[in-house]
T-cell receptor
Framework: EAGVTQSPTHLIKTRGQQATLRCSPISGHTSVYWYQQALGLGLQFLLWYDEGEERNRGNFPPRFSGRQFPNYSSELNVNALELEDSALYLC??????????????FGPGTRLTVL | AQSVTQLDSQVPVFEEAPVELRCNYSSSVSVYLFWYVQYPNQGLQLLLKYLSGSTLVKGINGFEAEFNKSQTSFHLRKPSVHISDTAEYFCAVNKITGGGNKLTFGTGTQLKVEL
């Protein structure tokens, strides 16, 4: 069974540009979570999508947004990039919204560097 | 809101020695508890989780953790470490009711196993 996949592996942008990160969950999983792992700040919850809808978001500005497609894959968009957006962005998936006990399976991440 | 404290940012230990990585949490509601491991340049992998029942939880790679409700702790232990255990370890919590499956992570403990 394929795990969570993320693309691209690395992404280099300049300040003010937009970045798009992609995530494909494990087959059968409907929930996708996005986390930011920035140096010195640890892992911070960004967004949670389930069945195509945004269910919850962390304490991030609106220029962080995303969506979930009918096949449950997800996109994270970061607009007006700032230097401090440089981080590893991790995607995780679970079976669904009722699965509070469910293990979150993580992808390998996308390393975003903003110059 | 929940919070997780991992008191030790780095733990050096010799191979075959025992190790304990500490995790304390704070929450006004009951929580589920998790330990994840992150190897260099990889995503997170679940080591073990506590949902209910026995307070001693056994995970993969010989790791175990004990839930102590009175001390609000969930320390991770391994009786004999190997070089391959060198990685960063994250403790995380998820509240049992409401909010879905959003994990709150600690800042991580870097375990360095030396010969």
């Amino acid at each position: 069974e394929a795990g969570v996949t993320q693309s691209p592996t690395h992404l280099i942008k300049t300040r003010g540009q937009q970045a798009t990160l992609r995530c494909s969950p494990i087959s059968g999983h409907t929930s996708v979570y996005w986390y930011q792992q920035a140096l010195g700040l640890g892992l911070q919850f960004l967004l949670w999508y389930d069945e195509g809808e945004e269910r919850n978001r962390g304490n991030f500005p609106p220029r962080f947004s995303g969506r979930q497609f009918p096949n449950y894959s997800s996109e994270l968009n970061v607009n007006a990039l700032e230097l401090e957006d440089s981080a590893l962005y991790l995607c995780a998936s679970t079976r669904g919204v009722l699965a509070g006990t469910d293990t979150q399976y993580f992808g390998p991440g996308t390393r975003l560097t903003v110059l | 809101a929940q919070s997780v404290t991992q008191l030790d940012s780095q733990v050096p230990v010799f191979e075959e020695a025992p190790v304990e990585l500490r995790c304390n949490y704070s929450s006004s509601v009951s929580v589920y508890l998790f330990w994840y491991v992150q190897y260099p340049n990889q995503g997170l992998q679940l080591l073990l989780k506590y949902l209910s029942g026995s307070t001693l939880v056994k995970g993969i790679n010989g790791f175990e953790a004990e839930f102590n409700k009175s001390q609000t702790s969930f320390h991770l232990r391994k009786p004999s470490v190997h070089i391959s255990d060198t990685a960063e370890y994250f403790c995380a919590v998820n509240k049992i009711t409401g909010g879905g499956n959003k994990l709150t992570f600690g800042t991580g403990t870097q375990l360095k196993v030396e010969l």
